[in-house]
Antibody, heavy 120, light 107 residues
Framework: QVQLVQSGAEVKKPGASVKVSCKASGYTFTGYNMHWVRQAPGQGLEWMGWINPNSGVTNYPQKFQGRVTMTRDTSISTAYMELSRLTSDDTAVYYC?????????????WGQGTLVTVSS | DIQMTQSPSSVSASVGDRVTITCRASQGVNSWLDWYQQKPGKAPKLLIYAASSLQSGVPSRFSGSGSGTDFTLTISSLQPEDFGTYYCQQANSLPLTFGGGTKVEIK
């Protein structure tokens, strides 16, 4: 079955960077964009961008441009999301999510989420 | 960016009740509107895509309607397992954006 498994929780200091991984299985990794969505504690969902695992092309919303980098390693079917210059506002659960159908923007499945805590 | 506004922000209903959640987009999104259910500590789960199409495996008591700027998610007969927070998401244009969520509680 299609599955996305993310790396474990992280605690970072303000100003640091964090890199979260998302290992895909059960489908052709290069056939679907991989998206990242985050959720601050008690808050709603915020889209962070996508990467095309085949070409490496990325698309980030303006809010995160210059601070987020999405990469992939096709040899191990894994996508990565790195966020730099962390502040307390970046404390959140970070999810990777795959479109249900290639080329669309409805997400199924999702990874289990990775809690990133930014604290001095 | 397209702003998505959900109402109500919370609803408390009894088992068997009909529950309706609305989502309004700040500009037209055609039928590119999806609905998710999220339970505490879990990732969101896709319920409805393209405004009215039921995702595989989702119970038929869930339905979606609307197009343009106004959309509705209906639970025809609320079940105990339907508690959680429901989010709409527009998939018409980047950046993708979500509504603020509607928390559904069982009385």
């Amino acid at each position: 079955q299609v599955q996305l498994v993310q790396s474990g929780a992280e605690v970072k200091k303000p100003g640091a960077s964090v890199k979260v991984s998302c290992k895909a299985s059960g489908y052709t990794f290069t056939g679907y964009n991989m998206h990242w969505v985050r959720q601050a504690p008690g808050q709603g969902l915020e889209w962070m961008g996508w990467i095309n695992p085949n070409s490496g092309v990325t698309n980030y919303p303006q809010k995160f441009q210059g601070r987020v980098t999405m990469t992939r390693d096709t040899s191990i079917s894994t996508a990565y999301m790195e966020l730099s210059r962390l502040t307390s506002d970046d404390t959140a659960v970070y999810y990777c999510a795959r479109p249900s159908v290639a080329g669309t923007h409805e997400f199924d499945p999702w990874g289990q989420g990775t809690l990133v805590t930014v604290s001095s | 960016d397209i702003q998505m506004t959900q109402s109500p922000s919370s609803v408390s209903a009894s088992v068997g009740d009909r529950v309706t959640i609305t989502c309004r987009a700040s500009q037209g999104v055609n039928s590119w509107l999806d609905w998710y259910q999220q339970k505490p500590g879990k990732a969101p789960k896709l319920l409805i895509y393209a405004a009215s199409s039921l995702q595989s495996g989702v119970p038929s008591r869930f339905s979606g309607s609307g197009s343009g700027t106004d959309f509705t998610l209906t639970i025809s007969s609320l079940q105990p397992e339907d508690f959680g927070t429901y989010y709409c998401q527009q998939a018409n244009s980047l950046p993708l954006t979500f509504g603020g969520g509607t928390k559904v509680e069982i009385k």
